[in-house]
C-alpha cells in the first residue's frame, strides 16, 4: 500500500477524538473505525477490549507496514506516551493501546509471527536506551513470567490479523494491541479476573466451538506463546532477546 496515504487530510469525526495517539488521517479514522466495529460484535470474546474500547478508554495509531523503521520508531513514541500517561493517570478502568499497520495483509499466519516478534524485537532495541526491563515481569521468553516491557511497564501483547486461525483474532489490517499487565493484577486482587476470564472462555467456546489452546494463567507458561495467536508446539522458541538498559 502507498505509504503516502497516511498522510492525506483528515475528514470528520467518526470516533472519539481522544482515542487516537496522534492526529488521525482518512485512513487510519477507516481503520480506527472498522477496528471498534470488530470489537464491539455481539460475538467478540476478549471482554477486556470491549470494555477499553467503549467505555473510551484505549488510544489508537496507525502505522506503516508491521516492522518497517519509520514505523517504529513513530509507533515507540507513540506507546512510550501512552506507558507514561499510565503511570501518572487514573488506571481504575481497562485502558489498551492500540498499533494497526497497512500491511502486509492476508499474510499466512507463521509469517504474522515472524513479523510481530521483529516488531516487538525493534521496538525493544529503542526502548531499552532509555528504560529498565519492568521488575514484575521476567525479559526471558521462555519463563513463565515473561512479559513484554515498554517504557519501564509490562505488556501483554494481542496480535491481529486477516488469517488468524482463532477467529476473535482475525481483523484485515495486522494489528498489535498492548494491554498493560497492571490492570490485570488489580483485577486479580479485587477477585475479578477469573470470572472475566471465565467468561471469555465460555464465548470463545461458543464462538468456534472450543478454547484457545494458547491460553495460560499467568505464571504457569510464558505469555509469548499467546502474542501472535498461532498454536505452537513445545519445541517452539520465542524469537526474542532482552537487550541491556542504557
Same mark, same amino acid.
Given at each position: ?57 484505549? !488510544? #489508537? ?8 523503521? @519509520?514505523?517504529?520508531?513513530?509507533? +515507540? =513514541? &507513540?506507546? /512510550? ?29 507463521? !509469517? #504474522? ?8 524485537? @525493534?521496538?525493544?532495541?529503542?526502548? +531499552? =536506551? &532509555?528504560? /529498565? ?29 486477516? !488469517? ?17 499487565? &497492571? ?64
Amino acid at each position: 500500500m502507498d505509504q503516502r496515504m497516511i498522510a492525506e487530510p483528515v475528514v470528520g469525526d467518526t470516533g472519539p477524538a481522544s482515542a487516537f495517539a496522534s492526529p488521525p488521517t482518512v485512513l487510519a479514522r477507516s481503520i480506527h473505525d472498522a477496528f471498534r466495529r470488530r470489537v464491539l460484535e455481539p460475538h467478540f470474546s476478549c471482554l477486556g477490549a470491549r470494555s477499553a474500547v467503549s467505555g473510551g478508554g484505549y !488510544r #489508537f495509531g496507525l502505522y506503516g507496514a508491521l516492522g518497517e523503521e @519509520d514505523g517504529t520508531h513513530r509507533l +515507540a =513514541r &507513540d506507546l /512510550a506516551r501512552f506507558a507514561a500517561r499510565r503511570q501518572s493517570a487514573d488506571t481504575a478502568h481497562f485502558g489498551t493501546f492500540v498499533a494497526a499497520f497497512t500491511g502486509p495483509l492476508l499474510i499466512p499466519e507463521a !509469517r #504474522f509471527e515472524t513479523l510481530l516478534w521483529q516488531q516487538l524485537q @525493534d521496538l525493544h532495541e529503542i526502548d +531499552a =536506551r &532509555d528504560h /529498565a526491563w519492568d521488575t514484575s515481569v521476567s525479559g526471558d521468553p521462555g519463563e513463565p513470567t515473561f512479559a513484554l516491557s515498554f517504557g519501564g511497564r509490562a505488556f501483554f501483547v494481542v496480535g491481529l490479523h486477516g !488469517r488468524a486461525s482463532r477467529l476473535t483474532r482475525r481483523f484485515e489490517w495486522p494489528t498489535l494491541v498492548f494491554n498493560p499487565h &497492571d490492570q490485570f493484577r488489580r483485577l486479580r486482587a479485587t477477585g475479578h479476573f477469573q470470572r472475566m476470564q471465565d467468561m471469555i472462555r465460555q464465548r470463545e467456546v461458543a464462538l468456534q466451538g472450543s478454547i484457545n489452546p494458547m491460553l495460560s494463567d499467568f505464571g504457569t507458561r510464558s505469555e509469548a506463546r499467546q502474542y501472535a495467536g498461532r498454536e505452537v508446539d513445545e519445541e517452539w522458541r520465542c524469537p526474542f532477546t532482552k537487550r541491556e538498559h542504557g
